[in-house]
């Protein structure tokens, strides 16, 4: 008996999907009512499809390669920082 009512409701639940599926009138996301909303005053202007690149420098004026610089020469020291605890005599 709990086989069929589990069957059942599989079947319910999978005619409950097409039905949703198959409406006429689908209701839109709560964001896409937002921004409907939202532009219906105030359109937004066009945007390119790639836009130019930009040069890329951190806002202090300093180069990517100093953070990457960093990073390195910390994990260099980490793992040195290891092998000499693990080399150590005791």
Do not use: Q
């Not at 996301?29 to 937002?34: N, Y």
């Not at 390119?48 to 990073?71: C, I, Q």
């Amino acid at each position: 008996m709990a086989e069929r009512d589990e069957r059942d409701d599989i079947e319910h639940r999978e005619f409950d999907l097409r039905w949703a599926d198959d409406a006429e009138h689908k209701e839109p996301s709560a964001r896409a009512r937002m921004l409907a909303a939202r532009w219906k005053d105030d359109p937004p202007g066009p945007v390119p499809f790639r836009p130019e690149p930009e040069h890329r420098r951190s806002p202090r004026g300093r180069s990517p390669w100093l953070s990457t610089a960093v990073v390195l020469g910390c994990v260099a020291a980490v793992i040195l920082l290891l092998g000499y605890i693990n080399f150590r005599p005791y």
